[in-house]
């Protein structure tokens, strides 16, 4: 995720040989409460889109029909898969702001510890609810052979040919390639200069992966993502080191692709358009531009860190394990009626999400980062061997094989 939580600034001193500028971080210090709120917004839309806006026909059964029950709220949740590319945008600022500071190295076992304990726990869940639904001679939405189990806890089920156990979790892939490309620009040297000439590079070579019609440079690039990974990038160094001209053409520039290139992801949504679509995702930027560089970095209120932190958890359950929850309360309980229980599923998904944050990430990821972090250990990998004692000479009635 998309989907991480917004590290806190780290200031080193200026380098002008290495092509950075005065940082201003130290000037806006400490955590972007803001931007964790704005994770939790992208997160809700989402869920409000599987559960309220999906166009899917009968999704909640027969008896229940989305447009007619609620016709406000089905059509406003049409357009919440514009969380996704929220995320993705959040995701451009904050992996930039994780990566400032830190070797490769150590921006990998951040994101290994922060994404695969929530994400194996979660795999692990879906498939034994799922089984036991089997088991129970239910249908299961999710398939729990061991096959398809093991590739997904790789969390690249994608490329090995299998279906995803948590829908959602084909976002963390397209994470996991810009990923990729921000660790090789962390190998080249993460500067100011170099991390705009990355950006307007990869947009460059994104449209021209567009017009080959190259599916496999498409792939790499992240060609439908591009513009909003490089918004949120620039609008990090704004954050870091204040406004110019350059970073607003970037900005700009990467912006204008990003509407462009929307046009194909609305037609893949039916009932959304274009001009609504771009307005709500212009308008999201604008508020993560208030949280990067306007007043709401100001903000410090305490529940939206938390709020961020649940963000991930509730993410990858939500669908998987959220709307199963809201279907066996309306049908244990038709009298309820919908909306009360899809309510109820999403309060079962945020509990869940509050378990697994306090269970798994606080305590597995924490463990696993520490354990990480000592087996990266330069001083331990790159010490001398210790000095071994010479081999004693064994004494002679074992030498020769007499001793019986």
Known sequence: MPISVAPRAVVHSPSPAAGKRISLASAKGGRLAAVDGLRLLAAAAVAAYHYLGTP??????????????APLLHAISGYGWLGVEAFFLISGFVICMSCWGRTPAQFAVSRIARLFPLYWAVVLIIVAVSTVAVLAGQRSGAPTDLRTTLGNLTMIPSPLGLDFTAGVAWTLWVEARFYLLMGV???IGLTYRRTVAFGFLWLVLASIGRELHSEALDEFLLSQYAGLFVTGIALYLMHRFGPDLLLWLLAGFAWCYTLTVLDDRVAAHAGSNWPVGAAVLTGFLVLL??????????????FLVYAGALTYPFYLVHQSLGIPVSRAILKAVPGLGLLPSIGL?????LLLAAALNR?????LGRLLRRRLTAALDPRRRDAPDRPTRPA?????????????
């Open 56 to 69: 899917t026909p009968h999704f909640w059964g027969e008896t229940y029909d989305l447009p007619r029950a």
């Open 185 to 187: 620009l962390m190998l």
């Open 289 to 302: 531009a208030l949280a990067a560089t306007g007043p709401l970095r100001h903000v410090q209120w305490r």
């Open 345 to 349: 599923g999403l309060f079962a998904s």
């Open 359 to 363: 269970l798994v990430d606080r305590i």
């Open 392 to 404: 004693q000479p064994a004494p002679p009635a074992l030498a020769d094989g007499a001793l019986k």
